[in-house]
């Protein structure tokens, strides 16, 4: 599937209103467990991606535009979210990523992105040689590979429950 | 996590509403496109769902229920989707899929399961001896598996678009 802005925006749009639908009011044993030893529970995804849009993809996307390969990016904090969520509800980190995300694509828009700035080159301090088009690609799948992730770790929670049913669902022998 | 009736509902009542805030008006793009050969597009994964609720939960609930182990269950078809779902549009494949699992959530709760009854035994065809609470936990296992499974199906489809970025995103080198 080429990369095309609209269709990549369809997504990041809907991302907080599934996540919303998935987890609001659900049970803390549902939200709070994690897949063992430094694995991360639903609460901790919803942590990182906040993380993200406040410190990655537009912040990045506005670097790219302005700055081009001049300037390398911040190096991203995979684990901010465990001192910046502690104390805070789900219900709370929800509502932020659903404001940010918001306030973040509205921006998005006001770039009124061409698809030849698409293709304008940036620097990751790691991978080197990137573009906008190819950040905003990965914004979308790091947003649905996060959906994916936690679906899997509320799965696993019910490991024993299943009996001998694990036998044929693959995503509980990982 | 202990299986308990009330936590899987929570997660078998919302799974209609996640799969409509995640796929309507979607293009179809993200929405017919699988991993490849023989492999299932979210398309596809709502008409299991669907085939699901006509055929294996509460149909083998109420097996087990009114016949024990005396009567094996009917095998699942897997792939009866391909067929039924034929020439649908997903937009009436969700509309369905939210009222067969309202309805069947509804005769659910009008069966009254006492933590007693969730240790009454059925007979699976090949697995052999299951029990009704591991047939709930695996109803509640099998949506969440779906979701994680039809996520990653979207994100494989930039799998090229997201460039050097590949290299952080395990769910791209399945």
């Not at 925006?9 to 919303?20: F, G």
């Not at 911040?74 to 789900?90: H, I, M, W, Y």
Request: aromatic letters at 8%.
């Amino acid at each position: 599937m080429k990369f095309e802005l609209e269709q990549a925006v369809e997504i990041l749009e809907r991302t907080p209103s599934v996540l919303n639908q998935l987890l609001i009011d659900l049970s803390n044993d549902w939200v709070l467990t994690n897949e063992g030893t430094d694995s991360w529970s639903p609460f901790d995804i919803v942590g990182h991606l906040i993380h993200g849009e406040e410190t990655d993809w537009l912040p990045r996307a506005k670097i790219i535009m302005e700055q081009g390969e001049a300037h390398a990016f911040e190096k991203f904090d995979r684990f901010a979210q465990f001192e910046k969520s502690r104390g805070k509800s789900l219900h709370e980190l929800l509502e932020t990523f659903g404001l940010l995300r918001q306030r973040n694509l509205a921006e998005l828009k006001t770039l009124n992105l061409t698809p030849e700035q698409l293709g304008k080159r940036g620097k990751h301090p790691e991978l080197g040689e990137v573009t906008l088009g190819q950040l905003l690609a990965t914004w979308v799948v790091h947003d649905l590979s996060h959906l994916s992730q936690m679906t899997r770790v509320m799965c696993q929670q019910y490991e024993e429950a299943v009996g001998a049913w694990k036998e044929y669902l693959p995503i509980l022998k990982k």
